[in-house]
Each structure stands twice: as C-alpha cells, then as structure tokens.
C-alpha cells in the first residue's frame, strides 16, 4: 500500500458532534537534534497527513483501524504514527493533533529549564520560582524569590505561568506536561463542547 498522501485529508463538517478519529501524523521533527533546531531557532513541529472520522460498526472500525495501521507500516518510516483523539470535527481532530506533541515539547523544554536551576542550586544557589513561557516551555533564565516577582518581571503575563521548584521537589515531564496544558486552557474557560476542549 503506498504511503499516505502527505496532503491533511480534511473535510468541512458543520455538525459539530463528539466522535472518535484517526489521524496519521509525522513526527520526523522529533528524530531532529535539539541543536538543530536550537540553530533554526524554532520548535519541532507534527505534521498531519490524514484525518479520518471511525466507522461507526465495529467490524468496520476494525477494518479501517488495520488498513491505516498497515499504511503507516508500509510506508517505512518510523517518524508515522497512527493516533485517535476525541473530537468535534476533522479539523478539531487535526489541531488536538498538534497541540499534543506542542505541549510534550514544550513539557521537555520546562524540565531543563528547571534541572538548569537545580543542578546550580547544589553549588548554593537556593529554590524560587520560575516564570516559563507556555508555548514552548521556555524562561527568562531568571530564578525568582517568589511567585509575584516572578509574575510582576513578564510584559506578557499572559503567555507565561510561574512555577516553584525545589530540589526536593524535581517534576517530571509528565507533570511539566499536566501543568502547562491546565494554564493553557484556563484563560479560555468554559470552552468545552461535551467535555472535550475546543479551543486548540
């Protein structure tokens, strides 16, 4: 089977009803060095190839599960994978797509930031706040006292959120992952279509 066309494969749909989709995303970004795209200044990307609402049989639902499933296989490349996300339309599917390899960048990116103070703090520096940008997990490099110093230092509070660290206390990349997709989502509020969010 040849590989997927590399053209997002989605569809207008104005009934904007809860649904289980396919998509195949390329995730070569990722096989990229962190130097590399250190140089291009820019983060790595997902990009999605195919976007496809489940058949409604399960029969049928197994049946395209394993032919897309065996078109990733066919095409040879590791950086293919095959996802399924709850969501309102096609497009919604492709953005929630997106946002969630963003967001687990942008998680790796708040973890070295942290470690960065850390590992310092065991030359005596001491614990504080951080001031992380949203987007892509990034700092201002600055280790602030509190929260409102950290806070009161952004121009753009609104695209950052502030954390405490401790070197008792080092977060995983899943908690890094959990905390800025909660701030992510907050400023929009009630942004929920049958509990699925809407606003990615």
Same mark, same amino acid.
Request: aromatic fraction near 6%.
């Given at each position: ?20 989709? !396919? ?7 990722? !096989?990229?060095?962190v130097a590399e795209h250190s140089r291009e200044s820019r983060m790595p990307v997902r990009h999605v190839?195919?976007?496809?609402? +489940?058949?409604?049989?399960?029969? =049928?639902? +197994?049946? +395209?599960? #394993?032919? %897309?499933?065996?078109?990733?296989? #066919? ?7 095959? %996802? ?27 973890? =070295?930031?942290?470690?960065?103070? !850390? #590992? ?23 280790l602030y006292a509190d929260a409102e110093d950290a806070r009161g230092a952004q121009r753009r509070l ?16 899943? #908690? ?7 701030m992510a989502h907050r400023p929009h509020g009630g942004c929920t279509l049958l509990g699925v969010p809407?606003?990615?």
């Open positions: 089977m040849a590989a997927p066309s590399p053209t997002p494969a989605y569809r207008v749909d104005l009934d904007k009803r809860i649904d289980e989709y !396919l998509v195949i995303v390329d995730d070569r970004d990722a !096989l990229t060095s190839l195919l976007v496809v609402r +489940q058949a409604a049989h399960p029969a =049928e639902r +197994q049946a +395209q599960l #394993d032919e %897309l499933a065996d078109s990733c296989l #066919d095409a040879e490349s590791e950086s293919l994978n095959l %996802l399924t996300f709850t969501a309102v339309s096609h497009g919604h599917a492709a953005d929630l797509a997106r946002w969630e390899y963003a967001v687990a960048m942008a998680a790796h990116g708040m973890v =070295e930031v942290i470690d960065r103070h !850390l #590992d310092a703090g065991a030359r005596g520096w001491v614990a504080g706040w951080v001031a992380i940008r949203i987007v892509d997990g990034s700092s201002d490099g600055v609104g695209r950052c959120t502030v954390f405490p660290i401790s070197p008792n206390d080092r977060p995983s990349v899943r #908690d890094c992952e959990a905390h800025l997709k909660a809407t606003c990615y």
